[in-house]
């Protein structure tokens, strides 16, 4: 397994993480938020992300909008409704999948 791997099953959740925390962006602007707070660690593709952000589109979590700057189109995403009441769960699920991973990967050291 790579890195690569691990950041698709974790994609979902730093979109909407940005999403919630950002309110509105665009695919750019997310690929170099991610680069900035992972510290150049999580480089995103566009073959990733936008893949990832029409499933959220289909799956009712984010709406686009579509806006012109200058002779460029710009599509920025942002939460819905329903993307913001099932963030929360989202995490949820995530934090306890990952604290399962823990126990398995590193069990604490016996006594």
Request: no cysteine; glycine share 8%; charged share 20%.
């Amino acid at each position: 397994m790579n890195s690569t791997e691990l950041l698709k099953g974790t994609l979902t959740s730093i979109i909407l993480r940005l999403l919630a925390d950002h309110g509105k962006m665009y695919g750019y602007e997310i690929t170099q938020k991610v680069k900035e707070l992972s510290g150049n660690k999580i480089l995103l593709k566009e073959g990733s992300l936008y893949p990832a952000l029409h499933k959220l589109l289909v799956d009712g979590l984010l709406e686009v909008e579509t806006v012109y700057v200058g002779k460029r189109v710009r599509k920025y995403y942002f939460l819905t409704g329903q993307g913001h009441a099932q963030k929360a769960a989202h995490f949820d699920e995530l934090q306890a999948f990952l604290a399962t991973i823990q126990q398995i990967v590193f069990p604490p050291l016996k006594a």
